[in-house]
Nanobody
């Protein structure tokens, strides 16, 4: 399984970006996908996750109501639409995938994911 994240960039506060994560090879084995982020000097933080079935997604408290995760099964791609961006959203964003579905309470944990993409930089600044 290979994950390729893209879509990062520089955006002004209040602006929007859409991140993409394309999954290649053995895509049928993936049961869920998530997004994490890591700002300089901080630990990696859970952003959002969604299951293969597209059931109710999960969001971190800091992005709830501003970010939306979605998936395109035909394209084997997961998206993260980020609206109302703030300077504190500045980070490297990583997509992650897991082979088997797990209980929702574990979706936020890095240890729950088997595969990781390379990360894409998001900078929110005026």
């Amino acid at each position: 399984v290979q994950l390729q994240a893209s879509g990062g960039g520089l955006v002004q506060p209040g602006g929007s970006l859409r991140l993409s994560c394309a999954v290649s090879r053995f895509t049928d084995t993936i049961a869920m996908m998530g997004w994490f982020r890591q700002a300089p000097g901080k630990e990696r933080e859970f952003v959002s996750a969604i299951s293969r079935s597209g059931s109710i997604p999960s969001y971190g408290d800091s992005v709830e109501g501003r970010f939306t995760i979605s998936r395109d099964s035909a394209a084997n791609t997961v998206y993260l639409q980020m609206n109302g961006l703030k300077s504190e959203d500045t980070a490297v964003y990583y997509c992650a995938a897991r082979r088997n579905l797990i209980v929702r309470s574990s979706w936020h944990s890095e240890a729950s994911y088997n595969y990781w993409g390379q990360g894409t930089q998001v900078t929110v600044s005026s």
